[in-house]
Structure formats: C-alpha cells, structure tokens
C-alpha cells in the first residue's frame, strides 16, 4: 500500500538502510577486541537509488498444495571493509571506538528523522481522509 506513495516508501527505504547499518556498526563495536578485525560498514545509501522503483522479488512457483512457498528475502545492502591501514592497533583491529560512537549516533539522528518524516506523512494522510492527524 505505501510502496506507491513515493516519500512514505523514501522513508521505509531509508530506515531499513539505517536498521542494517546500525547492525554492522554493533558487529565492530562487539570485535573492537578482536585480533586483525577490520571495521565494516554500509554503502551510502543513494537519493537517486531511493527514488527507483524495486523489481518485485522472484517468487518459487509451487505446483501443487502440499508444497511449501518458501520466504523470500528483502534485498540486502552492501556491506564494505573500511581500509586505513594507519588507524590499525598492533594486533590488526582497524575498529576506533570513537568513530563507531559517533556513526551510531548519527543512524539514530537519522533514524529519528525519518521515523519523524514517515509519521508526518501518515498524519496528513489521515487528514486528508478526515480522521484527523493528532
């Protein structure tokens, strides 16, 4: 339903970016330890790629009832290594606790305005329907 309204799915595209990279940040943060760990982290996400609409996922075609549809998976992001050999510890582990806090702090900044800009539009949405927006 949302997925035609083009700033709601922005939004949906934006906070599951921001839900991934914020995992990746945690897996650095748990290996900050970690002998020759290397620090991860998502591929900007892009304007232009949030406003392309998605292929619909391939869907496994079932013959006959008894058999079972499997799952099909939300497309991932791409995750890539972080490479400054200068900021590795001597054991190998690129992770820097600082720069990790800080990414984490700004994918929630972010997460929160998107959550924000989604919740404003379902407000209006609602007004325009006349169900109110509070």
Do not use: C
Not at 86 to 92: A, D, H, P, V
Not at 114 to 123: E, P, R
């Amino acid at each position: 339903m949302f997925e035609d309204l083009t700033l709601l799915a922005m939004a949906q595209k934006s906070m599951d970016w921001l839900a991934r990279r914020q995992a990746v940040l945690s897996e650095n943060v748990a290996n900050v330890n970690t002998p020759n760990y290397q620090a991860k982290d998502l591929a900007p996400l892009s304007f232009k790629n949030l406003l392309q609409a998605e292929a619909p996922p391939v869907r496994a075609v079932t013959t006959n009832p008894m058999h079972i549809s499997p799952a099909v998976e939300q497309a991932s992001f791409e995750t890539v290594t972080e490479r400054r050999p200068e900021e590795s510890k001597l054991n190998g582990n690129s992770v820097l606790i600082e720069e990790q806090m800080q990414k984490i702090g700004d994918v929630k900044t972010n997460y929160d305005l998107a959550v924000n800009l989604f919740m404003k539009q379902i407000n209006m949405l609602k007004t325009a329907l006349g169900k109110g927006g509070a």
